[in-house]
């Protein structure tokens, strides 16, 4: 069953960063893009690099292993070696409260 979990406060994340919370046992990245927030795995789909240690760039982010870019709105593989997507996660913003849905 899916359900919006608490993760952190809109304030613990500055635009331009990235921070992995663990989210019902899932290491979830949560980006955020100029007051936006998306969530996404953490883990790269090509070689399992944390994506957090990678640079986000807009609304990219990059894998610091080899390079592979990823949507962090939706989690699509933008750029080789990464051909598979990362799981995206849908973000609710309540108040100053980051939520996450995640199956639990």
Request: with cysteine; charged share 25%; net charge negative.
């Amino acid at each position: 069953m899916a359900e919006f979990t608490k993760v952190t406060k809109t304030g613990d994340i500055e635009p331009g960063k990235v921070k992995v919370y663990d989210v019902a046992g899932k290491q979830i990245a949560i980006c955020n893009v100029d007051g936006t927030f998306y969530a996404i795995d953490d883990v790269c789909t090509h070689d399992g690099g944390s994506l957090d240690q990678g640079e986000l760039m807009g609304d990219q982010i990059e894998c610091p292993r080899h390079g592979a870019l990823f949507d962090v709105k939706t989690g699509k593989a933008l750029t080789l070696p990464a051909v598979a997507p990362v799981q995206s996660y849908p973000v609710q913003v309540d108040g100053d409260d980051i939520k996450v849905e995640v199956d639990v």
